[in-house]
């Protein structure tokens, strides 16, 4: 085979790899095949040449030379461009993944490759003469021929067809992906993905304050530097910070977030730190600096403590005060009862007050609008309200508006009576001590005169001491239970500041043990137990009780009658509160000595029965509450009150008669 011919071939084979297109698998097999051929070609003519003398072409060296034509003489003539437009086909890409510039460098490597060999070839082409003429005449007529372009033109549709069908089965698999990994969400419960969700609204926008922060600390600065300005006479600095501080004030105002601050914001902050670069030229001053910042945090100290003393004491004075629509209501409410006729002062179902086999509850208390939550919440959840009794014991100021609000608005078939605690003769002061020291002229020192200042700092507490609770003989009645309902076996003492959100009936039904006092305990860690409450000091107390006790909240508690008057806790409770008289075992309060009385006598409930802190704690957990079988509002932040925290109000109000037309006069709206 002479050069002409190999050089013929090379370019046909050339060729065909440079118009190979990326789906033609067989195509790529076919060239491989070819220039392994095309290689082995030298070594054949050797053979042959060493076998049959001078003849280098004989009969089987020529019959592997035509297979090598036939299979690359339809592949046309060598065309440059498609190499050129880096045109190539999967072999020639490496199988490992490589970067961008590796792959770049390997492309022009293969087109430097290709150029050179067609260089060599077009020069072998030009030294053959006139002998490659018939060759060429003979490619140029395969490139003409329209049966071998009609071919390459139904390979090409083949090739389109096969790659819409390859796009199209692709997109199919995606739907089919994308709509199952749909269905797998579906099973997801979401709640409980969206606790650890990065993207909840929460975690949105980390810094949603940095605007605002940055208006302060630039203030922080002008304050400073307008102290050392006006120290060192700099007077048109000084006037030129005092203008930029008091529009940065007036910009930032009461904002907390940057969704406060108008639009103006920007533009004071970039306003500003011109004025603050050029003060800092001027006056900075390392230690000077550092005193007057040092300065500022010591006043920023005091003003926080003085707003701290100013909230307990308006949030004590908020507890104790009577809101205008209550006493409103209350007073309505008693002029309309003492307008009744007698006969039509009575509750009916009177019988069923001393039956044992009911389920009693005892409420002492002096607000209409407290009471009326209780005994509704109560009805409306129980499942046989027939079957409940209601024993309320008011002041002689509410008792006619107690009795005219139950009678205007009945609890269902659920019986109530309502008492006067001044009504009750046996509660004298020769009988209960502590009617007795509130009588006394000490304990009126003690909280009316004793630790009365004029300053607001000692004001707070000594107006913790003298809350009408404290005072009143209401919160001091359920040490008396025996006495006030001889006849009944068990009871369940509700404060007026509770809501029931299920039926009670279950708590009847618990054993107690042979204790006295059922109750939900309130300690945790080392929150709310007998150290918080007793004075340890003292030796009555550190003698007979533990400062680990756990503690127990009073708002919901079952009291078993019997044992109460086998084991005389009103004796007990007797015995304590005369040790208390000068207040060294304990200060204020019933808990402090309900601890004392029921020491050992106290069964813990379920804590699902009873949930507190919905008067003081912003983080009582949602689920809990829902849970509950009664909520607390404890704490100085009664549902009544506006200092009530807003999430919790609706599981009180929802249960107020807002149709009533005493309500509606008294403008107690939703």
């Known amino acids: 085979m002479d050069l002409k011919s190999r ?60 297979v090598i034509i036939d299979n690359t003489s339809d592949m046309g003539p060598l065309s440059l461009d498609s190499l050129r437009k880096n045109n190539f086909t999967a072999s020639w890409i490496a199988n490992e993944v490589e970067t961008s510039g590796d792959t770049n460098s390997r492309i022009e490597s293969n087109q430097m ?33 329209p049966a071998k372009l009609a071919r390459r033109q139904l390979r090409e549709e083949r090739r389109e067809k096969r790659a819409a069908d390859l796009v199209r089965h692709d997109d199919d ?63 048109d600095l000084l006037q030129e910070l005092q203008i930029r501080t008091k529009e940065s004030q007036h910009t930032l105002g009461d904002a907390t977030a940057d969704s406060d601050l108008p639009r103006s914001a920007s533009e004071k902050i970039k306003a500003m730190g011109p004025v603050l670069s050029k003060a800092r030229e001027q006056l900075y001053d390392c230690k000077l600096v550092s ?19 100013k909230s307990t004491f308006l949030s004590q004075l908020a507890a104790k005060t009577v809101p205008n629509a209550i006493h409103c209501l209350s007073m309505r409410l008693t002029i309309d009862y003492y307008l009744l006729p007698l006969e039509s002062r009575k509750f009916p179902r009177s019988k069923n007050l001393e039956n044992p086999n009911l389920y009693h509850y005892a409420l002492f208390s002096d607000n209409v609008l407290a009471a009326s939550v209780v005994v509704n919440s109560t009805v409306m959840n129980a499942k046989d309200p027939s079957k409940h009794v209601f024993h309320l014991v008011s002041d002689k100021l509410n008792f006619g508006a107690m009795n005219m609000w139950f009678l205007s608005n009945p609890p269902g078939k659920a019986t109530i009576h309502v008492e006067n605690v001044d009504e009750f003769k046996w509660l004298n002061s020769s009988y209960c001590p502590v009617l007795r020291q509130l009588e006394s002229a000490a304990m009126k020192e003690y909280y009316f005169k004793a630790d009365r200042s004029t300053t607001l700092s ?70 709310h137990r007998f150290d918080k409450y007793l004075n340890f000091s003292n030796p009555h107390i550190s003698k007979h009780f533990s400062p680990n006790a756990c503690g127990w909240a009073y708002g919901m508690n079952l009291f078993d009658l019997k044992e109460w008057k086998k084991k005389d806790i009103t004796g007990i409770y007797h015995k304590w509160q005369n040790l208390n008289e000068d207040r060294l075992l304990w200060k204020l309060g019933t808990l402090p000595p309900g601890l004392i009385t029921f020491y050992g006598l106290t069964h813990a409930l379920e804590k699902s029965w009873h949930v507190l802190g919905l008067g003081y704690n912003p983080t009582v957990d949602r689920s809990d509450i829902n849970k509950a079988a009664v909520v607390h509002y404890n704490g100085n932040m009664k549902p009544w009150l506006e200092i009530a925290m807003t999430k919790y109000r609706p599981y009180w109000k929802k249960y107020i008669k807002f149709d009533s037309p005493y309500l509606q006069r008294c403008n107690l709206s939703e």
Not at 291 to 309: N, V
Not at 485 to 504: E, S, T
């Open 173 to 235: 698999t995606v739907v089919k992906l994308e709509n199952a990994a749909i269905e797998r969400s579906k099973s997801v419960y979401s709640p409980a993905l969206g606790k650890y969700n990065l993207w909840r609204r929460e975690n949105a926008n980390e810094n949603v304050d940095s605007t605002v922060r940055l208006m302060r600390d630039q203030l922080i600065m002008a304050r400073v530097y307008l102290s050392i300005a006006k120290m060192k006479n700099k007077f």
């Open 291 to 309: 005193s007057k910042l040092r300065a500022m945090l010591q006043t920023a100290d005091e003003q926080l403590r003085s707003f701290k003393r």
């Open 7 to 66: 050089a013929s071939l090379l370019s046909n084979i050339k060729y065909r790899r440079s118009t190979t297109t990326k789906g033609s698998i067989c195509e790529e097999a076919r060239f491989s095949i070819a220039l392994l051929l095309l290689l082995l070609t030298p070594l054949l003519l050797f053979v042959a040449t060493r076998d049959n003398g001078n003849d280098p072409l004989n009969a089987s060296t020529q019959q592997v030379l035509d």
């Open 458 to 527: 000692s004001g707070a507490s000594s107006l913790k001491y003298r809350n009408p609770k404290y005072l009143s003989m209401l919160n001091h009645l359920r040490f008396y239970l025996p006495q006030i309902y001889p006849k009944l076996d068990k009871i369940l003492f509700l404060d007026d500041d509770i809501v029931v959100q299920k039926d009670l009936t279950g708590l009847w039904a618990v054993d107690l043990h042979g204790k006295v006092n059922g109750a939900v305990e309130t300690c945790g860690a080392s929150f």
């Open 113 to 145: 490759d290709v150029d050179v060999d067609v260089d060599v070839d077009v020069k072998q082409e030009r030294s053959l003469g006139k002998e490659g003429k018939s060759s060429g005449d003979d490619r140029s007529q395969l490139v003409d021929k």
